[in-house]
């Protein structure tokens, strides 16, 4: 494209919540945690080197019996609190600041594991309830 030499009306997003097609024989759950594959469809977390954390299921969407992009799921993007790892795992409060790992749909941990696990965010705040991680 050429450079502007009159205004444009430039579309806008505020990046908060979107709408993403969702993987073959997938389900989500309203509140888990949404990474994108390595095709760019929308599935559950999971350990995984190749998913990329997006954010959270504003609603559930099962895409159980169909094909990519059968049908679409909406994710929202902010902070959110998740289960926290065990053992070695455990993510502290002096963790805060630096970024967690995708366990599953609802749990995050301090490691990678080996460079098994994917990024899921960065950890905010960590309390008796669990670990809020900024997508």
């Given at each position: 494209?050429?450079?502007?030499?009159?205004?444009?009306?430039?579309?806008?997003?505020?990046?908060?919540?979107?709408?993403?097609?969702?993987?073959?024989?997938?389900?989500?759950?309203?509140?888990?945690?949404?990474?994108?594959?390595?095709?760019?469809?929308?599935?559950?977390?999971?350990?995984?080197?190749?998913?990329?954390?997006?954010?959270?299921?504003?609603?559930?969407?099962?895409?159980?019996?169909?094909?990519?992009?059968?049908?679409?799921?909406?994710?929202?993007?902010?902070?959110?609190?998740?289960?926290?790892?065990?053992?070695?795992?455990?993510?502290?409060?002096?963790?805060?600041?630096?970024?967690?790992?995708?366990?599953?749909?609802?749990?995050?941990?301090?490691?990678?594991?080996?460079?098994?696990?994917?990024?899921?965010?960065?950890?905010?705040d960590v309390d008796?309830?669990?670990?809020?991680?900024?997508?």
């Amino acid at each position: 494209m050429a450079a502007l030499t009159a205004d444009r009306l430039t579309p806008r997003r505020d990046g908060k919540r979107v709408s993403l097609p969702v993987a073959a024989s997938t389900r989500l759950f309203a509140g888990s945690l949404v990474c994108l594959n390595a095709t760019g469809y929308a599935t559950k977390g999971a350990i995984s080197t190749t998913l990329k954390a997006v954010g959270v299921a504003v609603e559930a969407a099962d895409n159980s019996g169909g094909a990519n992009g059968a049908i679409n799921v909406e994710v929202e993007r902010g902070t959110w609190r998740f289960g926290n790892s065990s053992g070695g795992d455990l993510i502290a409060l002096a963790d805060v600041g630096s970024v967690c790992y995708v366990v599953d749909d609802q749990t995050v941990a301090k490691t990678h594991n080996g460079n098994t696990r994917s990024v899921a965010g960065t950890v905010r705040d960590v309390d008796a309830a669990g670990v809020w991680v900024e997508f």
